[in-house]
Each structure stands twice: as structure tokens, then as C-alpha cells.
Nanobody, 118 residues
Framework: QVQLVESGGGLVQAGGSLRLSCAASGIIFRLNAMGWYRQGPGKQRELVGTITSGGYTNYADSVKGRFTISRDNAKNTVYLQMNSLKPEDTAVYYC????????????WGQGTQVTVSS
């Protein structure tokens, strides 16, 4: 129903920046929120940040003040600006979209690798 494609991952030095993008296509109406999750080596998948269609944002404590999530509803695209990157930010980053029509449906991208070297 919904296809999500992430881009922008790569290798960066500690203290550097990356900007991830996620474009949604398919049946994209009434997507209530989009966001980013990540899964590091040997770790559980965890929330990075979310943004609603109205622009309200939520962030994990570990990234507050360093990461910023934004969206362009006209382009059906969500962005994750990552600044002051740390080695512990190394993970596969996954885009998420949520549709709530009484029953919640979640859609996921394939992931993009972010590696932060020290």
C-alpha cells in the first residue's frame, strides 16, 4: 500500500552531519505521522523521532538537540537532519509511516546505513 525509500546514509566522522530523506509513494492519503527508527549492532530497533501531519515532533532523549525531523507534505517526504554525530549513532536507519483509520497500520522502508567513525 505504501512504499518508503530512504536515502542519504553513509560514512561520516564523529562530529559531522548527515541528512536522511524518506519519500513515500503508493496509497499515501491520511498518513497521520512519519518518523525515523534505528537499529544498531546487537541492539533493538528504537525510536529516533516522529512528526505528525500537523508538524508536531517527538525525539528520543539520546538525539535531542542534535537531530531534527521535518517534513514536506506536498512531496510526501520526511527528513532527518543529524548533527554532532557520535559513534553510538551508528545504525541502520528506517523510515516509518503510520496510518490510523481506527486500526493502526505501520509501513517501513528498507533502511539506510549510517556509520560514524571516531
Amino acid at each position: 500500500q505504501v512504499q518508503l525509500v530512504e536515502s542519504g546514509g553513509g560514512l561520516v566522522q564523529a562530529g559531522g552531519s548527515l541528512r536522511l530523506s524518506c519519500a513515500a509513494s503508493g496509497i499515501i492519503f491520511r498518513l497521520n505521522a512519519m518518523g525515523w527508527y534505528r537499529q544498531g549492532p546487537g541492539k533493538q530497533r528504537e525510536l529516533v523521532g516522529t512528526i505528525t501531519s500537523g508538524g508536531y515532533t517527538n525525539y528520543a532523549d539520546s538525539v535531542k538537540g542534535r537531530f531534527t525531523i521535518s517534513r514536506d507534505n506536498a512531496k510526501n517526504t520526511v527528513y532527518l537532519q543529524m548533527n554532532s554525530l557520535k559513534p553510538e549513532d551508528t545504525a541502520v536507519y528506517y523510515c516509518n509511516a503510520r496510518r490510523d483509520l481506527g486500526v493502526v497500520s505501520d509501513y517501513w522502508g528498507q533502511g539506510t546505513q549510517v556509520t560514524v567513525s571516531s
